[in-house]
């Protein structure tokens, strides 16, 4: 395996043990043991378990910004129907995993903002970054007429990202996606004004 696919070897399955246990319970022997490698080749890319997982955060964040923007940025639909794609997509992902996982960045938010700065700031960055395509998409839909031209693109893609990381969390709670469809349905009608 090459360098930087070994690297990124670590990282996928860093991502997805984390996903499954959450941060403080999953192990650097544990991650080397499921990616088949030794441990020097751990500290060969990372100086700390607390360097790990702001690569895992970095990472998960790219590849998640890519698939954002296929759905955000797709100009052949309207703005409305692009956040359908990118709800349709989240149920998806969360009957997929069979309700075990949700965001890792919502996960890793709940779990780590409290108690590390570094982390802290990481998370808001990814966050408001999502939140920035959510308006940018929200606003398309304004200016096009899709939706009321009063509403706060803003505040909406606002109320978006934190409804939706909430939902995702009940979700996982419940073992159902009831709490993601419900707030499907109300930020459409209430907040975009759309059926």
Not at 138 to 160: C, H, M, P, T
Request: contains cysteine; glycine residues 10%.
């Amino acid at each position: 395996m090459a360098s930087n696919d070994t690297r990124n070897h670590i990282i996928q399955i860093g991502a997805d043990l984390i996903g499954q246990k959450g941060f403080g319970a999953t192990g650097i022997n544990a991650v080397l043991t499921e990616a088949g490698v030794p441990k020097g080749s751990f500290y060969h890319y990372f100086n700390s378990k607390h360097d790990f997982g702001l690569a895992v955060i970095e990472t998960f964040a790219e590849e998640y910004d890519v698939k954002l923007d296929q759905i955000l940025n797709d100009t052949s639909r309207s703005g409305v129907d692009r956040l359908r794609a990118y709800f349709d997509t989240g149920l998806e992902t969360m009957t997929g995993c069979e309700y075990t996982r949700g965001c890792l960045i919502g996960n890793l938010g709940q779990e780590l903002a409290g108690q590390n700065e570094d982390f802290r700031k990481r998370l808001d960055t990814v966050f408001q970054s999502w939140e920035k395509r959510f308006e940018r998409c929200i606003e398309e839909a304004r200016q096009s007429g899709d939706i009321d031209d009063s509403v706060n693109s803003s505040d909406v893609a606002s109320f978006l990202l934190s409804g939706w990381e909430g939902a995702i969390l009940r979700a996982k709670v419940l073992k159902s996606t009831e709490p993601m469809e419900r707030f499907v349905r109300v930020f459409f009608r209430q907040c975009l004004g759309v059926g």
